[in-house]
């Protein structure tokens, strides 16, 4: 199954046109979102991600649009912050090469660079800002632990990223891991120390701040409450409390909406186990189930994003910042 959304079903269109077109804004920016080439992942591309195998052997921005046209009708976004998708095979710099040249020819987008901690720092920061990259993606596989979804930040997080997003007001995109990614106490620890030591680096926190758990960003969000420069996206989290505790302690300032595309395009969707959390996706539900089926994640997180706005009692202007005027302060577009 190809994870590149190229329509909706029925009951996906109905229920995009009942609850969210009127809710989401009419300009959108997506700040977090995957292009990638088939030849560049190799053989170690995720395996919750299987599907993009049997996807487009180039998912470029126009395959992006087309399938963010598809799911947000009307509402696709204008712009993105794009870059390559994980792979323990991935070809590094092709694919940093790959990401650049698809944000250089438009204005609205940018790029992170993926990088890993044998970089060489010298070459990374001169590549970073000769292809005009707004910042960096780093990623737990990459950290060389034996089990990485056991990695601290430090594992995968090389200092010298900080010290060059420091001196450029460059991002840092993070998804946590350990068990309880955010409750995990050397996470919030190594966040507070290093987000105050670089203060002009931008952390931004995927999937709120990894709250596939919603508890573990509820029960520990107002750790960092007094860091200017920490950011939270909503790429493929399908639950609101995560989104309401972030918003209630952070106010509506510091997030800013991602899609997780083409896991966007994905019909499954995380969901609250106890403590921890599971991908629920169609084969998880027997086809005799009349009452509820998988549909597009993007489409969920959206729903779920709606729900935690009404739940904090957001103002319209408020929702547009959430999908656009945050991002624009974060990447510095406009100025």
Not at 68 to 86: I, K, Q
Not at 144 to 156: D, F, H, I, R
Request: hydrophobic content about 45%; glycine content about 6%; charged content about 20%.
């Amino acid at each position: 199954m190809s994870i590149v959304l190229s329509e909706l079903r029925s009951d996906e269109i109905a229920l995009y046109e009942q609850y969210l077109e009127d809710f989401i804004p009419e300009r959108v920016f997506d700040c977090h979102a995957h292009l990638y080439r088939q030849d560049l992942l190799g053989a170690g591309v995720l395996a919750q991600a299987s599907g993009i195998v049997n996807g487009p052997r180039v998912v470029d921005r126009l395959v992006y649009q087309e399938a963010l046209s598809a799911m947000m009708p009307r509402r696709a976004p204008l712009g993105g912050l794009f870059f390559p998708y994980p792979s323990e095979t991935l070809d590094m710099q092709a694919s940093n090469d790959f990401i650049a040249g698809e944000v250089a020819t438009h204005a609205c987008s940018r790029g992170l660079m993926m990088v890993q901690p044998g970089d060489d720092p010298a070459k990374v920061e001169a590549a970073v800002l000769q292809q005009r990259l707004a910042g960096f993606k780093v990623y737990y596989i990459y950290s060389g632990v034996a089990e990485p979804l056991n990695s601290t930040p430090g594992s995968y997080i090389p200092e010298w990223i900080w010290e060059i997003s420091h001196r450029h007001r460059l991002v840092i995109m993070v998804h946590l891991v350990m068990p309880r990614a955010l409750a995990e106490i050397e996470n919030q620890r190594y966040i507070v120390d290093h987000c105050r030591r670089y203060s002009d680096a931008q952390l931004v926190l995927a999937h709120a701040a990894r709250g596939f758990c919603a508890r573990h960003t509820i029960d520990s969000v107002a750790v960092l409450s007094d860091l200017p420069n920490v950011w939270f996206d909503t790429s493929a989290i399908c639950e609101p409390e995560a989104f309401s505790a972030i918003l209630r302690v952070f106010g509506v300032h510091r997030l800013v909406f991602g899609s997780d595309f083409p896991i966007s395009s994905y019909r499954a969707r995380p969901v609250s186990m106890g403590d921890g959390f599971w991908w629920v996706d169609e084969s998880d539900v027997p086809a005799s189930w009349k009452l509820g089926r998988p549909i597009a994640c993007g489409l969920q997180s959206l729903l779920a994003i709606k729900q935690a706005c009404q739940s904090v009692g957001l103002s319209t202007a408020s929702v547009k910042a959430l999908f656009w005027d945050n991002s624009m302060t974060l990447l510095g577009i406009g100025e």
